[in-house]
C-alpha cells in the first residue's frame, strides 16, 4: 500500500513537470536563427554573440548589410527565446560621421543589464570610452574584433546619469570624436 502511494505521488509530479516544462518552453525556439526571425522574419547574418550570465547579446544584419541590429536571447535547456531587440536603420550615414554605431538598450523588465553597443568602421579608433557628464565614471568598452567588422560593447549598470560622453581615440590616446548622447534608464 505505501509503495502504491509512493508511485502515485511520482507520477503526479513527473505530470506536473512535464506539464511546467511544456507550457514554459513551448514558444522558445530550437535554433538561435530560428528565435531570431520570429521577430524579423528576413535573411540572416549573425556577426556576433557575446555570452552573458543573463543570457546572449547577438549582434546581427538582416538588409544587405545595410542595418544593425541587436537581440537579448535567453537560452535555457538548448532552446532560445528573444527577450528583446532593436534596429538601425541605415548605419552607413551614422559610421561615415561617427566612425562607428551607438546604441543604447535600458534595463528592461528585470532582463539582461543596460548596455550600449554598436560597430566600428574607422581603423583609426582602438578605444571607446564612455563617461558621465561630471568625467567622475569612465569605463572602457569591450572591443572585439571580427572578421569582417569590429563590435562593442559596454556594460552601463555603474551609471546614474542620463546625459554621457561616448570618445573615440586612436592607439597613441588621441580623441577621434566625442558625441553627446543622453540615456533614458
Not at 502504491?4 to 518552453?25: A, D, E, H, P, R
Not at 566600428?120 to 557628464?133: G, L, R, T
Amino acid at each position: 500500500m505505501k509503495k502504491k502511494k509512493i508511485i502515485i505521488v511520482l507520477v503526479i509530479i513527473i505530470l506536473f513537470l512535464s506539464s511546467f516544462f511544456i507550457i514554459k518552453y513551448s514558444s522558445w525556439s530550437n535554433t538561435l536563427n530560428d528565435a531570431l526571425s520570429k521577430s524579423h522574419p528576413n535573411n540572416l547574418n549573425i556577426i556576433y554573440k557575446e555570452i552573458t550570465k543573463e543570457g546572449l547579446i547577438v549582434f546581427y544584419q538582416q538588409f544587405n548589410g545595410k542595418d544593425l541590429s541587436i537581440a537579448f536571447v535567453k537560452n535555457e535547456l538548448s532552446r532560445y527565446k528573444v527577450s528583446y531587440s532593436g534596429t538601425q536603420g541605415d548605419i552607413d550615414t551614422m559610421l561615415n560621421k561617427f566612425g562607428f554605431t551607438f546604441m543604447f538598450f535600458p534595463h528592461k523588465n528585470g532582463v539582461f543589464f543596460p548596455v550600449y553597443l554598436g560597430i566600428i568602421s574607422n581603423p583609426e579608433i582602438v578605444q571607446i570610452k564612455v563617461s558621465d557628464k561630471n568625467g567622475k565614471i569612465i569605463k572602457d568598452a569591450k572591443i572585439n574584433n571580427l572578421k569582417n567588422y569590429r563590435v562593442w560593447t559596454l556594460d552601463m549598470s555603474d551609471f546614474k546619469e542620463t546625459e554621457v560622453y561616448i570618445t573615440a581615440y586612436s592607439d597613441n590616446k588621441t580623441e577621434i570624436i566625442k558625441i553627446e548622447d543622453t540615456v533614458v534608464y
